[in-house]
């Protein structure tokens, strides 16, 4: 039975959760902000955003286009060339005055488009660009930080962008909304701070109206979110729903995957590293590192039992939970009732009535960023008897 303060939590992630849904993002760069930090919000349409945003040029082209654009390439959704209309959307502000005529603009009281060219300049990673642009958002946040009027969201989005680029350290989140802090955790901007999570889960379930804010909304439910699925997966006696958890936090590990443009040390003959992910078994590796310290019985390549003249053999799977992590790569020229129907086929092979497992976690890698297509998906496999909800795993932006 569940306690009162689970009754809270679950009470503020559904009123969040409308808020979200509503009329709260009612702005392509609030809209590319939800998406961007809660990956499973199907409502709006990422690529589609920045497609939008890209098209503005000349007086149109405004700060928001770029921070949209940024949000998009840092999710890994979108063209492989958006990353170069993101660059020259940033050269284009980098060369522009906080202030015209003596009134400062926009930008500096605008701290969620702060924090898309944060996240953009952090995952594009020019070399030739970096530090002039790291230089200018450094000088963006100290004018944002001296406007008396800026509330404290705007504050942190401010104060975390300027962490992500290395230009402050965490020691200036004292301040800070607790709350934007652990969702923004969550999404690998800042560093992982425990202290921050109990004062965030407080103000997090909070339901409260936030005024005209109410993208903050979007700032809780991903810190809810996240709280529930650090506080949730137990080491020690783990369950299905915790692998579904951590295959769940997959996305999130590719702001940290290397890949270099330039050496990254001093040391004679260094070279520069790009950790390439170009096939299933590419894939399968990656999940393995994962699972393999949490599950000791973790196993790969595993042959089931034979159908006929059938071998079956699963990829990952973890026998003392009797499941099976079913890993696929979803290549640009299939399509997705082809990938569908490969899943239906295993699981119908895999779960036979005498099988030693009973359920299967599909997990896809989106080579070709189809994220319009996630939601469908995900709906076609629930029908499947055995199966837990997909995960997907779009391919970085940085990826070619």
């Not at 940033?90 to 003596?102: E, F, N």
């Not at 790291?134 to 963006?140: M, R, Y």
């Amino acid at each position: 039975m569940s306690n009162l303060p689970d009754i809270l939590i679950e009470d503020a992630r559904r009123y969040h959760s409308r808020c979200v849904g509503g009329s709260a993002l009612c702005s392509p760069l609030l809209q590319a902000f939800g998406c961007w930090m809660l990956p499973q919000f199907s409502k709006f349409d990422l690529a589609s955003l920045a497609k939008d945003a890209a098209a503005a040029r000349g007086g149109a082209r405004s700060y928001r286009d770029v921070a949209v654009i940024g949000f998009t390439v840092s999710s890994g959704v979108g063209s492989s060339g958006l990353r170069d209309v993101f660059l020259d959307g940033l050269k284009w502000l980098v060369g522009r005055s906080h202030y015209v005529d003596g009134v400062a603009t926009g930008l500096l009281v605008d701290g969620v488009a702060f924090l898309g060219i944060a996240v953009g300049i952090n995952t594009c990673k020019d070399d030739g660009l970096a530090p002039v642009a790291k230089q200018w958002a450094h000088s963006t946040s100290d004018e944002a930080l001296k406007a008396a009027d800026l509330d404290e969201y705007q504050h942190t989005m401010f104060v975390a962008g300027d962490i992500l680029l290395g230009n402050r350290r965490t020691s200036e989140l004292n301040g800070c909304s607790p709350d934007a802090c652990v969702a923004l955790q969550s999404t690998g901007v800042l560093p992982i701070d425990d202290g921050l999570h109990s004062a965030g889960l407080n103000i997090a379930r909070r339901t409260d109206d936030v005024g005209d804010a109410n993208w903050v909304s979007v700032l809780r439910l991903a810190a809810l979110n996240w709280l529930e699925r650090q506080s949730s997966v137990s080491v020690l006696s783990p369950s299905i729903k915790d692998v579904h958890k951590i295959l769940s936090g997959v996305s999130h590990s590719f702001y940290r995957w290397v890949w270099e443009d330039a050496p990254r040390t001093s040391r004679t003959g260094a070279q520069p590293r790009k950790w390439h992910i170009e096939n299933e078994y590419h894939f399968q590796s990656t999940l393995w590192v994962v699972l393999r310290p949490l599950f000791g019985d973790l196993k790969e390549e595993e042959y089931l039992k034979s159908v006929g003249q059938l071998q079956p053999r699963a990829d990952l799977c973890i026998p003392s939970l009797k499941v099976i992590v079913e890993v696929k790569f979803w290549y640009s020229r299939d399509k997705a009732a082809k990938l569908i129907e490969e899943i239906a086929a295993d699981s119908a092979l895999y779960l036979q009535k005498d099988s030693e497992f009973q359920s299967i976690i599909p997990i896809i890698w989106d080579d070709n960023r189809r994220t319009q297509e996630h939601a469908m998906i995900k709906e076609g496999l629930k029908k499947i008897r055995g199966l837990e909800e997909a995960v997907i795993v779009t391919k970085p932006s940085f990826m070619p």
